[in-house]
T-cell receptor, first 117, second 112 residues
Framework: GAVVSQHPSRVICKSGTSVKIECRSLDFQATTMFWYRQFPKKSLMLMAT?????????EQGVEKDKFLINHASLTLSTLTVTSAHPEDSSFYIC?????????????FGPGTRLTVL | DAKTTQPPSMDCAEGRAANLPCNHSTISGNEYVYWYRQIHSQGPQYIIHGLKNNETNEMASLIITEDRKSSTLILPHATLRDTAVYYC?????????????FGEGTQLTVNP
């Protein structure tokens, strides 16, 4: 099956620093990638949708200048949390699909747990 | 997206069938029903999807009522590893791409 990886799996950083999370589709080309955030005991919340080679579309309430998304190739998208604060501590999950079709099967990465001290 | 309603939690004995219900009474004719699950501290995993016919794959079966207002995900022989949160999603075809909106899902606990 299609595999999506994320790196790192866990990261601890100091308040005010920036953290980059990578999401890779290992055995398929992902024209569309999604970034989600999940707080403890809560459901996944979509943050943004990115299509390869174009700017990401952010969900309402998500600061685009704080959560920088780059989708420069068909197998790699990155999320950079800039000037991280403790309230940004969360589980960040990416997913990938082969693009907009009538089938919304997304392949999810294993997630990255971010802790901001 | 069509609004979906699921019970917050269910229990099932190991080896027995787990039947997880989902109501989607506002679903429109071209909207699919998708099921994903999330094991604790992992990314979600696709299970199955359907439009109007019942579907079966190696993981589960999906039974959709004739009026399409509800569906049931069936895990025929639940194991301890099936303990997870199960999400029923019906994305709108009018929204861009493969956008999925996750609700609260059903926490399925498989007991030994």
């Amino acid at each position: 099956g299609a595999v999506v990886s994320q790196h790192p799996s866990r990261v601890i950083c100091k308040s005010g620093t920036s953290v980059k999370i990578e999401c890779r589709s290992l055995d398929f080309q992902a024209t569309t990638m999604f970034w989600y955030r999940q707080f403890p005991k809560k459901s996944l919340m979509l943050m943004a949708t990115s299509n390869e080679g174009s700017k990401a579309t952010y969900e309402q309430g998500v600061e685009k200048d704080k959560f920088l998304i780059n989708h420069a190739s068909l197998t790699l998208s990155t999320l950079t949390v800039t000037s991280a604060h403790p309230e940004d501590s969360s589980f960040y999950i990416c997913s990938a699909s082969t693009g907009p079709t009538s089938y919304n099967e997304q392949f999810f990465g294993p997630g990255t747990r971010l802790t901001v001290l | 997206d069509a609004k979906t309603t699921q019970p917050p939690s269910m229990d099932c004995a190991e080896g027995r069938a787990a039947n997880l219900p989902c109501n989607h009474s506002t679903i429109s004719g071209n909207e699919y029903v998708y099921w994903y699950r999330q094991i604790h501290s992992q990314g979600p995993q696709y299970i199955i999807h359907g439009l109007k016919n019942n579907e079966t794959n190696e993981m589960a079966s999906l039974i959709i009522t004739e009026d399409r207002k509800s569906s049931t995900l069936i895990l025929p022989h639940a194991t301890l590893r099936d303990t997870a949160v199960y999400y029923c999603i019906s994305p709108s075809q009018e929204t861009s791409g493969s956008r999925l909106t996750f609700g609260e899902g059903t926490q399925l606990t498989v007991n030994p």
